[in-house]
């Protein structure tokens, strides 16, 4: 009869170290797709696991980028805008062709881009030039935002409700909402090249399909992976890192202490705009076009709730970099299940809107649950 309260405790604590656990969104990912799989067996197909692994790269890297943000106890809701100018920027500069009737209207046409292209198709690595070039655009939108919030103490979430309507307005005014294709094959081939494929079947078959061969190791992967470890270096490794938790736990203490708060917030920002630009890269290369529209929609909506169920903290001074990698592998395998129940795009919506607000309140209860145990 005594020994009893010692199991219960010590499910507890063991219940209690799982929530805590930085892996804990992974078991849960696993946990979904066990429960799952028995009702919906195409989610283990190799078919929807290429699938869903080349919809979480671009979605990651724009997460990353949420993440040092939301770090800092801020958001940036521009990283959509900033997706959408960048892609058009680039695909502009190196696109092969371009339609009269499509953008004889734009306000580029005739100087920067003709029916012949733009002013780097076919130039030797016009490519890395019109990366460059989009680079140079993110980090001008991010300058912008982290100035405004740093040095002016504007709240982050009105500079980058602005930018967004800026900077969006601005990419569909560029090229009168037209989609800009005819990219170069070195360009796409970053957003749908395979480096390792792998094939299921009959070793004698002479010919194979394509659908048949699946994409294991992709530049996409590449990209994102490379992305991921100098983020989780920079953020959970070096000062700077424990400098953006500061800030987010206490901004005033963080400047008593000695840290440059206005740099960092700017810094923050612009790496939230870079990913966004290098996630927009991965679309548009996906896409085989630049596209005005991109990074519009709920796709906010996935990059924040992806980060929040991961469980970096809405209120700052709480990030991880591989919470956010579970938290995005979490959220595609979801979306991927509710595509495969046939549902509507707005119960898809509300479903996600519901798994958001659960993240957030459990992002309150492991904070209380921390705060008890330091007690």
């Not at 804990?24 to 797709?33: A, D, K, P, T």
């Not at 294709?181 to 494929?197: C, K, M, W, Y």
């Not at 736990?249 to 917030?265: F, L």
Request: aromatic fraction near 8%; charge should be positive; include cysteine.
């Amino acid at each position: 009869m005594s020994s009893s309260p010692v199991p219960r405790r010590e499910l507890k604590d063991k219940a209690v170290d799982l929530l805590l656990s930085d892996q804990f969104v992974l078991y849960l990912s696993i946990f979904y797709v066990l429960l799952l799989a028995p009702f919906l067996p195409m989610l283990v197909t190799p078919a929807n696991l290429v699938n869903v692994l080349s919809n979480m790269w671009p979605l990651l890297i724009v997460a990353i980028g949420q993440t040092f943000v939301l770090a800092i106890g801020g958001i940036d809701l521009s990283q959509g805008a900033a997706i959408a100018l960048t892609s058009v920027l680039g695909a502009l500069l190196i696109t092969g062709a371009a339609d009269p009737a499509t953008f004889a209207n734009t306000p580029i046409w005739g100087w920067l881009l003709t029916d012949a292209g733009g002013p780097l198709a076919g130039v030797d690595h016009g490519v890395v030039l019109a990366i460059a070039a989009m680079l140079v655009a993110a980090v001008v939108i991010g300058l912008i935002n982290g100035m405004a919030v740093a040095m002016f103490a504007m709240p982050a979430f009105i500079v980058t409700l602005v930018a967004m309507m800026i900077f969006s307005a601005f990419a569909l005014w560029l090229t009168q909402s037209g989609n800009v294709a005819n990219l170069p094959d070195e360009f796409i081939r970053l957003g749908r090249g395979d480096i390792v494929s792998v094939y299921f079947g009959a070793k004698e078959e002479a010919k194979i399909a394509r659908r048949a061969i699946y994409s294991l190791v992709t530049y996409p992967m590449v990209i994102a992976l490379c992305v991921a470890l100098a983020a989780h270096v920079l953020l959970n490794r070096t000062v700077f890192g424990s400098q953006v938790l500061a800030i987010g736990m206490n901004r005033k203490a963080a400047e008593i202490s000695g840290v440059r708060v206005r740099r960092i917030i700017i810094a923050v920002f612009v790496i939230s705009a870079v990913c966004a630009m290098i996630g927009g890269l991965l679309f548009a290369a996906r896409l085989e076009a630049g596209r005005p529209t991109l990074g519009g929609g709920t796709f906010l909506l996935d990059v924040i709730g992806a980060a929040v169920i991961g469980g970096t903290s809405l209120f700052g001074g709480k990030a991880k970099v591989i919470w956010t990698f579970f938290g995005v592998m979490f959220y595609v395998i979801m979306a991927s299940s509710l595509s495969a129940m046939n549902l509507s795009a707005f119960q898809i919506d509300m479903v996600k809107g519901g798994i958001i607000l659960c993240a957030a309140l459990l992002d309150v209860l492991r904070t209380r649950l921390k705060r008890e145990r330091v007690r």
